[in-house]
Nanobody
């Protein structure tokens, strides 16, 4: 059974960095598109980044391009989100999701393709 566990969040000052991890069990992640999503209080969940299955093509929301990097370690069956130059507006609860679909579809309709949301990890950017 698919299970994803997010970790790595925390409190960081503006301009700081964090690396989030999405560890999988029950599936082999390189056969899945894996997306990172975030939800801030009072806002809808938004797609942040995605790495495609097999070839590992990456997608980023405009708001994080140039600052966030998604990667996958097949040996550890884990997808990472390296977040640099963090801004106050990056504060949110971050979740990962995985499906055999494409990144564009997973980012556009995550609830359609994935229903095993984990606890997520909180990222708070504050001075």
């Amino acid at each position: 059974q698919l299970q994803l566990v997010e970790s790595g969040g925390g409190l960081v000052q503006p301009g700081g960095s964090l690396r989030l991890s999405c560890a999988a069990s029950g599936i082999t992640l390189d056969a899945y598109a894996v997306g990172w999503f975030r939800q801030a209080p009072g806002k809808e969940r938004e797609g942040v980044s995605c790495i495609s299955r097999n070839f590992g093509f990456t997608n980023y929301a405009d708001s994080v391009k140039g600052r966030f990097t998604i990667s996958r370690d097949n040996a550890k069956n884990t997808v990472y989100l390296q977040m640099n130059s963090l801004k106050l507006e990056d504060t949110a609860h971050y979740y990962c999701a995985a499906d055999r679909t494409t990144c564009s579809q997973l980012l556009a309709e995550p609830e359609f393709f994935f229903n095993s949301w984990g606890q997520g990890t909180q990222v708070t950017v504050s001075s």
